[in-house]
C-alpha cells in the first residue's frame, strides 16, 4: 500500500467515525419521542355562568386517555391580567403574570379551548395571547371549539391568523361543538360521542407529532439561528 493509498483510506474513513450532522438530528429526534410533551390545556373564556369547564373536562379526559402528554390546565378565569399592555408592569401585574408566564414557557404545544363570541374569539383569550411572544413561538397549537350553530369555527380561523404571527403551527384537525349546550348531559357526558372522540384521537396524534417535531429540531438548531 503506498502513501498515497493509505491517506485516502484514512480521509474517507473520517467522516463515518463522527457521527454527520443527519445521524445526530436522527438520535435527538429519536430520543425527543420517549419523552412525554408537557401540553397547556387554555380555558379561554372567563364568563361568568360560562360553559367552558364541561368541554374542558370532557377535553381533559381525552388528552389524559392519550398516550405521552402532560397536561397543565390554564384557565383563564383564574388569571386577572389588564387589557392595557405594559413593558413596566406594576407588581399586581407581575404577580398575576408569574401565574401563567413560566407555563406557558414550559409548555412544548398548547391546545386552546375557544367558545365564539360574535363570529371571533373571547377577548379573554386575544388578551393572554397579547401579553405573550416568546412563550408561543415555534410551538404546535390545536384547537377545540364550541358554541352556538356555527361550533366556533369562525373562532379557530380567526385564531390561526393570529397564531401564525406568533411563528405557531396550527394542527390541521379540529375538535367543535355545534349548539354544545344541548349535546352534554348533566354529568358532563357527550350523550353521542363515537364523532367527537375520534376527532380528538386525530386531533391529539397530529399534535403530538409537530411538538415532537419541533422539539427535536429546537434541540438541534434555535428556532430563528
Ligand atoms: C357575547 C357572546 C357572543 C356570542 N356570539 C356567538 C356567535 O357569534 N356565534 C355562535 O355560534 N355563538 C355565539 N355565542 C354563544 C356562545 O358561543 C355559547 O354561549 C358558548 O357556550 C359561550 O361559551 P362560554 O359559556 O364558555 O362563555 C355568543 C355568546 C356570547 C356570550
Redesign the pocket.
Known amino acids: 500500500m503506498n502513501t498515497t493509498t493509505a491517506q485516502t483510506v484514512s480521509v474517507s474513513q473520517a467522516p463515518s467515525q463522527a457521527p454527520s450532522p443527519s445521524a445526530e438530528a436522527a438520535a435527538v429526534l429519536a430520543a425527543t419521542a420517549d419523552t412525554p410533551v408537557k401540553v397547556a390545556v387554555i380555558v379561554g ?1 372567563n ?1 361568568e ?4 369547564p364541561v368541554v374542558a373536562e370532557w377535553l381533559l379526559r381525552r388528552v389524559r386517555d392519550h398516550e405521552g402528554f402532560e397536561a397543565d390546565v390554564v384557565d383563564l378565569a383564574e388569571v386577572d391580567l389588564p387589557t392595557s399592555l405594559s413593558y413596566r408592569p406594576s407588581a399586581d401585574v407581575v404577580a398575576e403574570l408569574a401565574k401563567v408566564s413560566p407555563r406557558l414557557a414550559e409548555a412544548d404545544a398548547f391546545i386552546v379551548l375557544t ?5 371571533s374569539f ?1 377577548a379573554s383569550l386575544k388578551n393572554v395571547i397579547d401579553w405573550h411572544r416568546d412563550e408561543w413561538q415555534a410551538k404546535p397549537v390545536a384547537l377545540v371549539s ?7 369555527l ?1 373562532a379557530v380561523e380567526h385564531l390561526r391568523q393570529v397564531f401564525a404571527e406568533l411563528h405557531m403551527v396550527t394542527v390541521r384537525d379540529t375538535v367543535s361543538f355545534h349548539n ?2 344541548a349535546l352534554f348531559d348533566g354529568e358532563g357526558n357527550h350523550r353521542d360521542p363515537s364523532v367527537a372522540d375520534a376527532a380528538a384521537q386525530g386531533m391529539l396524534d397530529q399534535l403530538q407529532w409537530w411538538a415532537w417535531a419541533l422539539r427535536g429540531a429546537k434541540e438541534v438548531r434555535a428556532y430563528g439561528s
Not at 355562568?49 to 367552558?52: A, P, Q, V
Not at 367558545?115 to 363570529?119: S, T
Open positions: 373564556s364568563r355562568g360560562r360553559f367552558g367558545p365564539e363570541y360574535n363570529h373571547p364550541y358554541g352556538g350553530v356555527s361550533g366556533g369562525r354544545a349546550g
